[in-house]
């Protein structure tokens, strides 16, 4: 008979379990090292001395973003202060956010960190997607800052009585029950009005983030918003 | 006690858990059941019971009761596989009390203050709102105080007995279980480095150590209910374990493809999870083996009966082979690819690949351990099924069937309305839950719900009354 075959042998199989397990969870680790290093959170000098990155520090929210096609990268990316031209953010053009454009590290920081709270403590994820997790009872909010709804050219400035997008959001987070979009309504979460600040300026932060061009075609046909 | 059959308190003890975990199994289904009613009419329990807060409790009911019908199959198994009883079993009642007290408290806490201000009392007290680990802090801090202490049974009696293969791989898998758990326990206002960790609890668990886990139950279920070989079974077993986690762990980069991570893990995560759907084809091969081979085996010495020792148990294991494949590697293939999934990502065709897969992988095998126990509750020898298991097993079964192709439907649907045509806005996302078909869909969806729920009811009641039949041979 000839010799019992390797492929037959327990030990084999069990080394190799071990060898493919550890091998994998080494590069996972190795790769954690460094998405980390790039996704943490920048700070307000990079947005002054024009350094992009993937997940921007708070003071984002004093400048305009918007999220078009990089020729580049073949797809959208968001846009911090304007668009050089050249496939990257120019940080230069400001933008008021409930009045101001001069958040300092701290104020910004404070607002997001509340707002971030809140995201979580309102269960937004249990029926918003964000970055496109979460649940499909509501419209995904990676990108809501810039949806045209909220814009000049939307309907829900007007909606409730508000003239700045961030005001008509703050509002609308307050009191949704009054603010009906579609038959599947939002309830009220009893957030506060300070609340609604953190939550609008997370909102900001978040459409900020370079999500690898998800959701794509954002807000590129307008649809008219109640328009059914 | 009532019954005399289990002299093992390991065993005991698992029937707590099973028991357990079947109500929660239901309750998973009502909540469910509340969520489909409100994609169809959305002022039902409108500021009451608002879909986010049934949803959690459809989501977590889920996660706990697999957690606890795998804490069961455990402590069942284990004084088969090692032949001893199980070590520090006191400790393991008591914390199966002090887990079944708290699941019940956090649940209490969900449904009726539901949410809290944006502060840290909240996230310490009332949700985390990370969806499938909102649990608060405090939960959090005493599931890993019992899942630290099941693990220690675990090992302890490993370590003492005799110390088999699927007892090895169980010992590895719930370490790592148990530790991932802790990926999830912190708060941070970055939303990218939040997802990334959280993926780690949520993929690491499921598309990693539950599956290695299932693979463990099949083969202590295969060797319990056919006969079959041992040795074989367990060589079966370390491929799997070399399959699963060689795609299962760097298969997690499709979740990274846009959540702020850089672009390589479009490639890792394409590749990679492409290659997760091939350790399902050998589970589903390998169960289908195994049967076939100890059959003919028996048939080769001119015995004509079943090998089957257990048919509503082998039923269900089959059930898991199939539907481990089609709902976790099929239609988790579907979407896998960042060129697919930057359309699909966020739509209904997740919820479709998680109902088919969450059956399929897990709620079938662990059901099938629930028939194992009653079977070995009541001293059966060989359990036959009742009309009552098959009415049940077809009716759960085409009823998750039929939700996910309802819900692939209103994938589609979303996908081309919203994603492609429209963009993903706000209004583009209503466009596409207006449309007839997406409706349609949400009708259909609800009406299999029922029907899963209808047949989940004679689940319960056939796994109450079965073990007293007159039909097994004891």
Request: hydrophobic share 45%; charged share 15%.
């Given at each position: 008979?000839?010799?019992?075959?390797?492929?037959?042998?327990?030990?084999?199989?069990?080394?190799?379990?071990?060898?493919?397990?550890?091998?994998?969870?080494?590069?996972?680790?190795?790769?954690?090292?460094?998405?980390?290093?790039?996704?943490?959170?920048?700070?307000?000098?990079?947005?002054?001395?024009?350094?992009?990155?993937?997940?921007?520090?708070?003071?984002?929210?004093?400048?305009?973003?918007?999220?078009?096609?990089?020729t580049k990268r073949g797809h959208e990316v968001p846009y911090i202060g304007g668009n050089d031209g050249k496939g990257g953010s120019l940080f230069k053009e400001k933008e008021k956010f409930f009045g101001r454009d001069d958040y300092s590290e701290k104020e910004a920081g404070d607002l997001l960190h509340l707002g971030k709270l809140g995201s979580q403590a309102k269960n937004c994820m249990d029926c918003h997607t964000l970055m496109g997790n979460g649940a499909y009872y509501a419209p995904d909010l990676t990108k809501a800052w810039l949806d045209p709804a909220w814009g000049p050219e939307g309907s829900m400035q007007a909606v409730t009585g508000k003239s700045t997008k961030e005001e008509a959001m703050a509002e609308f987070l307050q009191h949704p029950e009054l603010y009906p979009t579609h038959a599947r309504m939002m309830p009220n979460l009893g957030i506060t009005a300070q609340e609604a600040k953190g939550l609008v300026a997370f909102l900001k932060h978040l459409s900020s983030i370079d999500t690898n061009g998800f959701p794509r075609n954002f807000g590129k046909i307008q649809g008219a918003l109640n328009g059914k | 006690m009532a019954n005399n059959y289990l002299k093992s308190e390991s065993k005991q003890l698992a029937t707590w858990y099973f028991t357990f975990a079947a109500i929660i199994f239901g309750a998973q289904l009502v909540f469910g059941l509340v969520a489909a009613i409100q994609f169809v009419m959305p002022s039902f329990l409108y500021q009451i019971l608002d879909f986010s807060i049934a949803r959690i409790l459809h989501i977590n009911a889920l996660v706990v009761w697999m957690v606890f019908a795998m804490f069961g199959s455990v402590y069942w198994l284990l004084p088969d596989e090692t032949e001893i009883e199980t070590v520090g079993i006191k400790v393991g009642k008591l914390l199966f009390w002090v887990f079944a007290a708290a699941i019940v408290v956090v649940v209490l806490v969900f449904l009726f203050i539901q949410v809290g201000p944006a502060d840290q009392t909240t996230i310490w007290f009332i949700?985390?709102?990370?969806?499938?680990?909102?649990?608060?802090?405090w939960a959090d801090i005493g599931i890993v105080i019992v899942a630290l202490g099941f693990v220690a049974n675990l090992f302890l009696t490993g370590i003492k007995g005799k110390q088999t293969g699927i007892v090895t791989v169980l010992m590895a898998d719930m370490i790592a279980f148990a530790g991932l758990y802790l990926a999830g326990m912190f708060f941070t206002d970055n939303i990218s480095v939040d997802q990334y960790w959280w993926w780690w609890v949520i993929h690491l668990w499921v598309e990693a150590t539950w599956e290695v886990f299932v693979g463990a139950i099949a083969a202590y279920g295969l060797i319990k209910m056919l006969g079959a070989h041992r040795q074989v079974v367990e060589m079966w077993l370390w491929i799997e374990v070399s399959m699963l986690f060689g795609s299962g762990i760097l298969g997690m980069g499709h979740h990274y493809f846009w959540i702020g991570t850089p672009e390589y893990w479009w490639e890792i995560g394409a590749l990679f999870s492409a290659l997760e759907p091939l350790p399902l084809v050998a589970m589903f091969v390998h169960v289908l083996y195994d049967w076939g081979k100890t059959q003919g085996a028996q048939e080769a010495h001119g015995e004509k009966v079943s090998v089957i020792k257990n048919k509503p148990a082998f039923?269900?294991?089959?059930?898991?082979?199939?539907?481990?494949?089609?709902?976790?590697?099929?239609?988790g293939f579907f979407h896998t690819l960042p060129q697919i999934n930057l359309y699909t990502h966020g739509t209904q065709f997740t919820a479709a690949h998680g109902h088919l897969a969450f059956f399929g992988a897990y709620a079938t095998i662990l059901i099938g351990m629930f028939y194992l126990a009653v079977q070995g509750k009541n001293g059966i020898k060989?359990?036959?099924?009742?009309?009552?298991?098959?009415?049940?097993?077809?009716?759960?079964?085409?009823?998750?069937?039929?939700?996910?192709?309802a819900l692939t439907i209103a994938g589609y649907v979303q996908v081309i309305v919203e994603r492609a045509q429209m963009g993903a806005t706000w209004?583009?996302?209503?466009?596409?839950?207006?449309?007839?078909?997406?409706?349609?869909?949400?009708?259909?969806?609800?009406?299999?719900?029922?029907?899963?729920f209808l047949g989940f009811i004679l689940l319960a009641t056939d796994l109450l009354r079965t073990g007293k039949s007159a039909i097994h041979e004891r």
């Open positions: 008979m000839a010799n019992k075959s390797v492929w037959s042998d327990n030990r084999f199989w069990q080394r190799t379990a071990a060898w493919v397990t550890g091998f994998a969870s080494i590069l996972l680790i190795w790769l954690t090292f460094d998405t980390s290093a790039q996704i943490s959170m920048g700070n307000d000098a990079d947005l002054k001395n024009g350094v992009t990155k993937r997940v921007p520090g708070p003071t984002v929210i004093n400048y305009k973003i918007s999220y078009e096609i990089s | 949700t985390e709102g990370r969806e499938y680990i909102e649990a608060p802090r039923t269900w294991f089959v059930l898991n082979a199939f539907g481990n494949f089609l709902g976790a590697g099929v239609w060989v359990m036959k099924s009742t009309k009552l298991s098959i009415w049940s097993t077809s009716m759960i079964t085409g009823g998750v069937m039929g939700m996910t192709v209004s583009g996302y209503f466009d596409s839950q207006s449309g007839v078909w997406f409706t349609q869909a949400m009708d259909w969806r609800l009406l299999m719900g029922v029907i899963t």
